[in-house]
């Protein structure tokens, strides 16, 4: 199972909006709406952000919303702020009972 | 408060074993499914395994890359999910995570996270 395609890297100013997109397949991306995603901040573990493609879990900022469009994933943090700059992770369900990550996306606030 | 704490990471030569322990408080740990992810240094997340819920029969699968050597396991009365690792490679080199799950077939939402315990495999 290869990973999903994120990009490397993206940056935003403050007040600004940043998409983050993640690539898979028809085999998983494109074929269940079990998409989420993931903050983690340096030295930190993982935290749920976004799941079931669009859903945020409480506590979890209207800043961030997700989308889905055929095999592409996409997450978008509107009014950026400093504390937004992270690593960023997209997980989907790959069939057979197995899920696959994005290889991460580093955010930086310019 | 949720809790995961995961134990038992160390140095330990190519082709050895470790066992991993991750002690779940704070929510219905027996309703839950478990699952291992990984991170080597520097780099992206790696889902490893998954065990259900017995209500799911502990139903277990794993990545192609650690399948026939990782076993997934829990001890519901401990609230303890374990991760044993056998003919340990170099590149199983990582930190280890456990997260938690709903127990749907497919849920990919992984609330609740340990802080890693890190496995070095090294001669």
């Known amino acids: 199972q290869s990973a999903l395609t994120q990009p490397r890297s993206v940056s935003g100013s403050p007040g600004q909006s940043v998409t983050i997109s993640c690539t898979g397949t028809s085999s998983d991306v494109g074929g269940y709406n079990y998409v989420s995603w993931y903050q983690q901040l340096p030295g930190k573990a993982p935290k749920l952000i976004i799941y079931?493609?669009?859903k945020r879990p409480s506590g979890v900022p209207d800043r961030f919303s997700g989308s889905k469009s055929d095999n592409t994933a996409s997450l978008t943090i509107s009014g950026l702020q400093a504390e937004d700059e992270a690593d960023y992770y997209c997980c989907s369900y790959a069939g057979e009972y197995t899920w696959v990550f994005g290889g991460g996306t580093k955010l930086t606030v310019l | 408060e949720v809790q995961l704490v995961e134990s038992g990471g160390g140095l330990v030569q190519p082709g050895g074993s470790l066992k991993l322990s991750c002690a779940a408080s704070?929510?219905?740990?027996?309703?839950?499914?478990m699952h291992w992810v990984r991170q080597a240094s520097g780099k992206g997340l790696e889902w490893v395994g998954r065990?259900?819920?017995?209500?799911?029969?502990?139903?277990?699968t794993y990545a192609a890359s650690v399948r026939g050597r990782f076993t997934v396991s829990r001890d519901d009365s401990k609230n303890t999910a374990y991760l044993q690792m056998n003919s340990l490679k170099t590149e199983d080199t990582a930190v280890y995570y456990c997260?938690?799950?709903?127990?749907?077939?497919?849920?990919?939402?992984?609330?609740?996270w340990g802080q890693g315990t890190l496995v070095t495999v090294s001669s």
């Open positions: 704070g929510f219905t740990f027996s309703g839950s499914a």
């Open positions: 065990i259900r819920s017995k209500a799911n029969n502990y139903t277990t």
């Open positions: 997260t938690r799950c709903e127990d749907g077939a497919a849920a990919a939402d992984f609330d609740y």
């Open positions: 079931d493609v669009n």
